[in-house]
Nanobody
Framework: QVQLVESGGGLVQAGGSLRLSCAASGRNLLTYSMGWFRQVPGKEREFVAT????????YYTDSVKGRFTISRDNARLSVYLQMNSLKPEDTAVYYCAARPRLTAPRVWGPEEVETWGQGTQVTVSS
């Protein structure tokens, strides 16, 4: 079982940057693919980005490509989401997620997630 704790959310102006962190604990962490999702009130939780165990295979949803970067530090058991050029439409609660390792990076659905973090609010003002 994996446990996830996010940090790093906050309020930022449009065009600004934030870095989210996700600290993982538990067994066999390297067997998991890690990812980030986000959710706004009244909408389904949506996939943002994923990274495999080596950190070399990444996948992003189209709306964040070129602006967000996902990374992981296996020595620190952490996953990060660097968010640049933030837009008001990026405002959401961001969740760290873990699922059994994917053979190839792709979009996941929320139903595929094994473990969620508690979420961290990101608010981008215009």
């Amino acid at each position: 079982q994996v446990q996830l704790v996010e940090s790093g959310g906050g309020l930022v102006q449009a065009g600004g940057s934030l870095r989210l962190s996700c600290a993982a604990s538990g067994r066999n962490l390297l067997t998991y693919s890690m990812g980030w999702f986000r959710q706004v009130p009244g909408k389904e939780r949506e996939f943002v980005a994923t990274i495999n165990w080596s950190g070399l295979r990444l996948y992003y949803t189209d709306s964040v490509k070129g602006r967000f970067t996902i990374s992981r530090d296996n020595a620190r058991l952490s996953v990060y989401l660097q968010m640049n050029s933030l837009k008001p439409e990026d405002t959401a609660v961001y969740y760290c997620a873990a699922r059994p390792r994917l053979t190839a990076p792709r979009v996941w659905g929320p139903e595929e997630v094994e473990t969620w973090g508690q979420g961290t609010q990101v608010t981008v003002s215009s």
